[in-house]
C-alpha cells in the first residue's frame, strides 16, 4: 500500500531552522503534487507549500519568502527547508500526494501520519 513517511520535526527555537522530508513508499509512480498543510491548535488546516513533478511551486502566504519545498523525483521524496521560523508556524505538518493541487486542498489524496514542529519563543 502507498504511505508517506516523515521525518524531521521537532522543537527549535525562534528564529532558527527545521528541515522535513517525507518519502513515498508502495507507489510504481511519482506523485503529480506534493506537498505540506499545517494544522496549529485552534486553527484550520492551512496550505505551507506544493510542488508539481515538474517543479512548480506554490506557497501559502504566511511562510512565503521563508520556507523552500522540493523535490526529488528519483527518490519519490519531498522536502520542506523551514527557516526564520516563528512561534506561530507551531502545528502538525502532514505531508500529501495527489494527482492535482485541487486534489490535496480538498483533503484528498495520500497523507502522511503528521510530524510535531514546536517553534519555541
Known amino acids: 500500500q502507498v504511505q508517506l513517511v516523515e521525518s524531521g520535526g521537532g522543537l527549535v527555537q525562534a528564529g532558527g531552522s527545521l528541515r522535513l522530508s517525507c518519502a513515498a513508499s508502495g507507489v510504481r509512480f511519482n506523485f503529480n503534487t506534493l506537498g505540506w498543510y499545517r494544522q496549529a491548535p485552534g486553527k484550520q488546516r492551512e496550505l505551507v507549500a506544493t510542488i508539481t513533478r515538474g517543479g512548480s511551486a506554490e506557497y501559502g502566504d504566511s511562510v512565503s519568502g521563508r520556507f523552500t519545498i522540493s523535490r526529488d523525483n528519483s527518490e519519490n521524496t519531498v522536502y520542506l527547508q523551514m527557516n526564520s521560523l516563528k512561534p506561530e508556524d507551531t502545528g502538525v505538518y502532514y505531508c500529501?500526494?495527489?494527482?492535482?493541487?485541487?486534489?490535496?486542498?480538498?483533503?484528498?489524496?495520500?497523507w502522511g501520519q503528521g510530524t510535531q514542529v514546536t517553534v519555541s519563543s
Open positions: 500529501v500526494g495527489a494527482p492535482a493541487r485541487s486534489t490535496a486542498a480538498m483533503g484528498g489524496g495520500t
